[in-house]
Nanobody, 113 residues
Framework: QVHLVESGGGLVQPGGSLRLSCAASGSSFSSLAMGWYRQAPGKPREFVAAITSGGITNYADALKGRFTISRDNAKNTVYLQMNGLKPEDTAVYYC???????WGQGTQVTVSS
């Protein structure tokens, strides 16, 4: 069992940045591959980025260069740094474990002027 809690969402202007955090508890975090997904209103949930236990990263093609996933195993936390935000990045952002799927509750990101 893994419990995930996201934080760091909010309202940001176009072109701005946010860093999301996902704190994990309940299992051996350092051995888990982790990912971020997002769901915009009226759209299916989509993959954003993932990071293996060894730090290898993977991104949705459309987000490469703007988003960066990282992890701090000492803090049991995975991060998503988002730069150059656009209105179309508005969504609820979720973290999950990439093996057996445990999901967090999500954090809202709104990009608007």
């Amino acid at each position: 069992q893994v419990h995930l809690v996201e934080s760091g969402g909010g309202l940001v202007q176009p072109g701005g940045s946010l860093r999301l955090s996902c704190a994990a508890s309940g299992s051996s975090f350092s051995s888990l591959a982790m990912g971020w997904y997002r769901q915009a209103p009226g759209k299916p949930r989509e993959f954003v980025a993932a990071i293996t236990s060894g730090g290898i990263t993977n991104y949705a093609d459309a987000l490469k260069g703007r988003f960066t996933i990282s992890r701090d195993n000492a803090k049991n936390t995975v991060y998503l740094q988002m730069n150059g935000l656009k209105p179309e990045d508005t969504a609820v952002y979720y973290c999950r474990t990439m093996g057996p799927a445990y999901w967090g509750q999500g954090t809202q990101v709104t990009v608007s002027s």
